[in-house]
């Protein structure tokens, strides 16, 4: 089955303390990209990536981290997490940039 | 920078109903719009995707509309079901600039909340 994979689904963590969410679809798309959304505030898109090895920053990059060294697996990465990160996360994948974006089921992370 | 306004923020109709969202942007250099749908508790699904060259796409009961010029896109749901309740959003994506930085970005409007009640 064509999917994007999240893992974990739910997390409560505290600040500062690493941690990676992971995301690995099974399509093989070029195109790579992570968001957060938060109430009132809609879905904003924190990185990118157009194919292995190149990642940009969305609109929200700070506080996270990506890499992209294989086509399937764009995991987020909040060095230091802080409470302003508690969001619901969402990865997606797409054949290529401009083609329509298959989500995965999301990540609601608590930092306390 | 781009922003995405979707009116209305929220929108019950009784089921048969044939119904409008509509999706406003500010920069009409885009390459292409897409809709999507998201259930509760779940991902956003894709449902329509408009190329800029284009003036709408059809899916089933969906058809969605693009305007460059006056910045804004409709998407049209005929005889409206109680399984079509979900959030409906909006998100464009802008032509390349001189230097590429916005490449590939994806802006979102904030949704329309859809009920369609028996």
Request: net charge neutral; proline share 6%; hydrophobic share 30%.
């Amino acid at each position: 089955e064509a999917q994007v994979t999240q893992n974990p689904r739910y997390l409560i963590t505290v600040t500062g303390k690493k941690l990676t969410v992971t995301c690995s679809q099974n399509m093989n798309h070029e195109y790579m990209s992570w968001y957060r959304q938060d109430p009132g505030l809609g879905l904003r898109q924190i990185y990118y990536s157009m194919n292995v090895e190149v990642t940009d920053k969305g609109d929200v990059p700070e506080g996270y981290k990506v890499s992209r060294k294989e086509k399937r697996n764009f995991p987020l990465i909040l060095e230091s997490p802080s409470p302003n990160q508690t969001s619901l996360y969402f990865c997606a994948s797409s054949l290529w940039w401009d083609q329509p974006q298959h989500f995965g089921d999301g990540t609601r992370l608590s930092i306390l | 920078k781009q922003e995405v306004t979707q009116i209305p923020a929220a929108l019950s109709v009784p089921e048969g109903e044939n119904l409008v969202l509509n999706c406003s942007f500010t920069d009409s250099a885009i390459y292409n719009l897409q809709w999507f749908r998201q259930d509760p508790g779940k991902g956003l699904t894709s449902l329509l995707l408009i190329q800029s060259s284009q003036r709408e796409q059809t899916s089933g009961r969906l058809n969605a509309s693009l305007d460059k010029s006056s910045g804004r896109s409709t998407l049209y749901i005929a005889a409206s079901q109680p399984g079509d309740s979900a959030t409906y959003l909006c998100a464009v994506i802008p032509l390349a600039n001189a230097g590429g930085t916005s490449y590939g970005k994806l802006t979102f409007g904030q949704g329309t909340i859809l009920t369609v009640h028996p």
